[in-house]
């Protein structure tokens, strides 16, 4: 089938011209943007409850490295990613893990609780802390920031953990 959609909604995302809408990304492959430590910017703002009703701001996991996913339970990809990225955030314990969950809440925390998902995700009832971000639109969507807070990378669509997020892990720690 030629036209195969890997993402949860329609659209795929593409580079502009000027680097992804100004956070300068470099394609490393289809669906993969790297960002060089020179040409970074700082995240955008990403702060609110927690699943469980806490607040919560990854403005205080600052000093680590941060992968941020945007998830959803009822998306298959991210259903799909999950398993990995919960064995690489437990072989990673000095990378912190934030999921951010879209519109779910009361799926979103059953299916952590039934994927042993570690890490704590911020619930975006509306939509409104991902519009802030440059993300594609559908779901799953990945970023990992630097130890300053800013977007290291950038993966449009599902991940696959040991050979997409594992390499720039150990690029940003080498970079420390």
């Known amino acids: 089938?030629?036209?195969?959609?890997?993402?949860?909604?329609?659209?795929?995302?593409?580079?502009?011209?000027?680097?992804?809408?100004?956070?300068?990304?470099?394609?490393?492959?289809?669906?993969?943007?790297?960002?060089?430590?020179?040409?970074?910017?700082?995240?955008?703002?990403?702060?609110?409850?927690?699943?469980d009703g806490a607040d919560f701001d990854v403005a205080s996991l600052r000093g680590k490295i941060v992968v941020v996913n945007f998830w959803a339970s009822w998306c298959a990809p991210c259903r799909a990613e999950t398993p990995g990225l919960v064995r690489l955030s437990k072989a990673n314990p000095t990378v912190a893990f934030l999921g951010v969950n879209e519109k779910d809440p009361s799926g979103a925390k059953a299916f952590v609780r039934d994927n042993g998902v570690p890490y704590p995700s911020v619930v975006d009832r509306l939509g409104t802390l991902a519009a802030g971000w440059p993300v594609a639109p559908g779901l799953p969507s990945t970023f990992v920031l630097d130890a300053d807070g800013r977007i290291a990378a950038r993966f449009t669509g599902p991940v696959v953990p040991d050979d997409d997020l594992k390499p720039v892990l150990t690029r940003l720690q080498a970079e420390a």
């Open 1 to 51: 089938m030629a036209g195969f959609a890997a993402a949860c909604s329609g659209g795929g995302g593409t580079v502009d011209a000027t680097g992804g809408g100004g956070f300068n990304f470099v394609q490393q492959s289809a669906g993969k943007d790297f960002v060089p430590a020179g040409n970074r910017h700082e995240a955008p703002r990403l702060a609110g409850k927690n699943l």
